[in-house]
């Protein structure tokens, strides 16, 4: 969960973001509602969906998609390893620092991924990652930063 | 005594796409776990494209399921056929059922949609055959139960990324089955495919 810090910096009485509006999602983030060490799925508003999953020391906030194939996170495992498992492919990604870990087909298709015709290159797959979402607590409110490339 | 049937019915997305999601078979265990968990490859002829697969499950702590060979005939026919139980000692209707399915895509022209027909040959012996219509009603419940989590990717998917982008399927480093055949039929320079008559 957040620390005490977070909370000191911006007091309960703040009511809002604690910066400019833009910066922020409108919608915040209710702590009380969250169950730990599981998927929280919520939404920011402007229809961008996160998935929350409260650690020891903070939130781990990403985007509710699979950077894979686009699976719901929402529906995602959360592992004894402190990964992610997306429920299509079984993908899993650190909620530490969103990266992949373990893709389980390497093993379960070794055979066949052995013997994969030329158009199949594993050495090109790209770093699929998570992104981890940045955010402000605000008392009982976690308010969640837009990317800067973001409106 | 022979038993036939046909389960058929649209699957609201390019011929591309289902096929690409058949052989995608790294979702087969996860996506799909609530039928089995796990898929092993046994014996694999890439030249015939032909896959003998063990598929099982965990009940009350045993790992159960069967075996099959399963058969790609491109561009769009899946065949399944020579299933036995695993363990083989296991009591199972495979015992004394042969079972033979086959699986056509074919293109809907006019809603760029698929037509899937699923095939089954059920090879009974006489004393089964009184449970014909309840072995048909199991296993057309499991095709459409399966299908409709496929769909659900495939909706999702056309939402995020284009209801014809098949591009992930085609990416060099993606695996799928058979993926030289898929390319051949449904990558960048593919020729159409025959329509629905």
């Given amino acids: ?151 | 005594m022979k038993h036939h049937f046909t389960v058929e019915y649209e699957i609201d997305c390019p011929v591309a796409i289902a096929v690409a999601v058949y052989l995608d078979a790294e979702h087969y265990v996860f996506l799909h776990k609530k039928y089995s968990d796990t898929y092993e490859v046994l014996s694999y002829e890439p030249a015939t494209r032909k896959i003998f697969i063990r598929e099982s499950w965990e009940l009350f702590g045993l790992r159960i399921g069967q075996t099959c060979m399963t058969e790609y005939v491109p561009p769009a026919e899946f065949l399944n056929y020579d299933i036995a139980p695993y363990p083989r000692w296991l009591p199972s209707v495979h015992h004394v059922m042969k079972t033979r399915t086959r699986v056509v895509y074919t293109e809907i022209p006019e809603r760029n949609s698929t037509w899937s027909t699923l095939e089954i040959d059920l090879d009974l012996p006489f004393w089964l055959w009184p449970f014909r219509r309840w072995i048909e009603k199991a296993i057309t419940r499991l095709k459409i139960e399966k299908d409709e989590q496929d769909i659900d990717m495939i909706r999702r998917r056309a939402a995020l990324f284009g209801r014809e982008n098949n591009s992930i399927y085609l990416a060099d480093h993606q695996f799928i089955l058979h993926k030289d055949e898929y390319l051949k039929h449904f990558g960048p320079n593919s020729k159409p495919l025959t329509p629905l008559a």
């Fill in chain 1, 1 to 151: 969960m957040p620390d005490a810090s977070a909370r000191a910096t911006h007091p309960e009485t703040m009511d809002g973001p604690p910066g400019p509006p833009d910066a922020f999602y409108p919608r915040p983030i209710e702590l009380s509602g969250l169950r730990r060490d599981a998927v929280n799925v919520r939404d920011l508003g402007e229809g961008v969906q996160v998935i929350v999953v409260p650690g020891r020391e903070r939130l781990h906030v990403f985007r509710e998609i699979c950077p894979h194939m686009g699976g719901p996170l929402g529906e995602a495992t959360v592992c004894k390893d402190a990964t992610l498992e997306c429920p299509w492919h079984g993908y899993r990604f650190s909620l530490e620092t969103g990266r992949l870990v373990d893709n389980p087909n390497e093993r379960i298709m070794a055979d066949l991924r052995r013997r994969a015709p030329d158009c199949f290159r594993p050495d090109k797959a790209p770093r699929y990652a998570l992104t981890p979402m940045a955010y402000q607590v605000v008392g009982d409110r976690a308010y969640v930063q837009r990317r800067r490339s973001e409106p």
